[in-house]
Structure formats: C-alpha cells, structure tokens
C-alpha cells in the first residue's frame, strides 16, 4: 500500500513544466483528479 508523499518542490519548475507543455492549470486538475486550488498551492 502507498502512502502519501511529500517533496520539496521548485514552484518556478513546476509553472514552466506546465507552460511549456501548453497546459493551463485546470487541464492540469483535470488530468491528476484534483482541484485547481491544489495545483495553484503547488505553484505558489
């Protein structure tokens, strides 16, 4: 069983992952199941 796990991330790397891949945030919430307010946390 997989438990949760937490990463330290780079936001600015994250935001432009998603940009270069053309994706918006909500495309992004869309495609993980999540909700955009988390992939917005996420980036900031």
Do not use: F, H, Q
């Not at 790397?13 to 992939?39: D, G, M, N």
């Amino acid at each position: 069983m997989m438990g949760a796990l937490e990463l330290d991330t780079n936001p600015e790397w994250l935001i432009w992952a998603r940009k270069t891949a053309k994706y918006r945030i909500e495309t992004v919430a869309s495609k993980i199941k999540e909700i955009p307010e988390t992939i917005k946390n996420w980036e900031n």
